[in-house]
């Protein structure tokens, strides 16, 4: 089976400073997709970034970047510029890409940005 | 277009009653997914339907929990003999269902009080 490790429970930041989120997974399989969600209060999850792991070229989306590091099983997200709205739960998560079956995700990182 | 949608939005419950989640999915989308989320914990995978296939109920953590969907649309999960344990935040999310779909889309979650 599959596990997502998020070692940090809680992370702090100044606005407009870059903070990198760690996660660790573990599988067998060769062909998976990692995902970085954000989780407000609202509680609703929202699709931040995502990764191919057949992609070797790290996923960027306008300040969210990930380091990809298949071999380590590591997959660390990092926002540049940071701003008040950033300031959620992230959750790390991995799918099979053989079957389109359930997110397994990490135990969250809360992020706080300070103004 | 609209969302995934969940109702209710927040339930309390006495322990012993049974309580019936609903979710309704993108419309198109033949993928639906049942999560919990405990207090300051991630996603708990709970059961996962596509189209009119047999469901992978494997996350399902005991029998007073159940789920259905109708019509290949709408889906509730019922809880049957609530127990204290059981107070979480219930997410639901669909996809589309084809191959290369990827991401998942969820709803604003029920969060469940068993008192």
């Known amino acids: 089976a599959q596990t997502v490790t998020q070692s940090q429970p809680e992370m702090s930041v100044q606005e407009a400073e870059t903070v990198t989120l760690s996660c660790t997974y573990d599988?067998?399989?060769?062909?998976?997709?990692l995902f970085w969600y954000k989780q407000p209060p609202s509680r609703q999850m929202i699709l931040v970034i995502r990764q191919e792991a057949y992609k070797q070229q790290n996923a960027t989306e306008n300040r969210f970047s990930v380091n990809f590091q298949k071999a380590a099983k590591s997959f660390s997200l990092k926002i540049s510029d940071s701003q008040l709205g950033d300031a959620a739960m992230y959750f790390c998560?991995?799918?099979?890409?053989?079957?389109?079956?359930?997110?397994?995700f990490g135990a969250g990182t809360i992020l706080r940005v300070k103004s | 277009g609209a969302g995934v949608s969940q109702s209710p939005s927040n339930k309390v419950t006495e322990k012993g009653k049974d309580v019936e989640l609903r979710c309704d999915p993108i419309s198109g989308h033949t993928a639906l997914y049942w999560y919990r989320q405990s207090l300051g914990q991630g996603l708990e995978f709970l059961i996962y339907?596509?189209?009119?296939?047999?469901?992978?109920k494997s996350g399902l953590p005991s029998d007073r929990f159940s789920a259905e969907r109708t019509g290949g649309s709408v889906s509730t999960l019922t809880i049957q003999r609530t127990q204290q344990e059981d107070s979480a935040v219930y997410l639901c999310?669909?996809?589309?269902?084809?191959?290369?779909?990827?991401?998942?889309?969820f709803g604003p979650g029920t969060r469940l009080t068993v008192t």
């Open positions: 339907f596509q189209g009119n296939s047999a469901p992978d």
């Open positions: 998560a991995y799918r099979s890409a053989g079957y389109e079956g359930e997110l397994v």
């Open positions: 599988t067998s399989e060769s062909d998976y997709y």
């Open positions: 999310a669909s996809s589309q269902g084809l191959a290369g779909a990827i991401e998942q889309y």
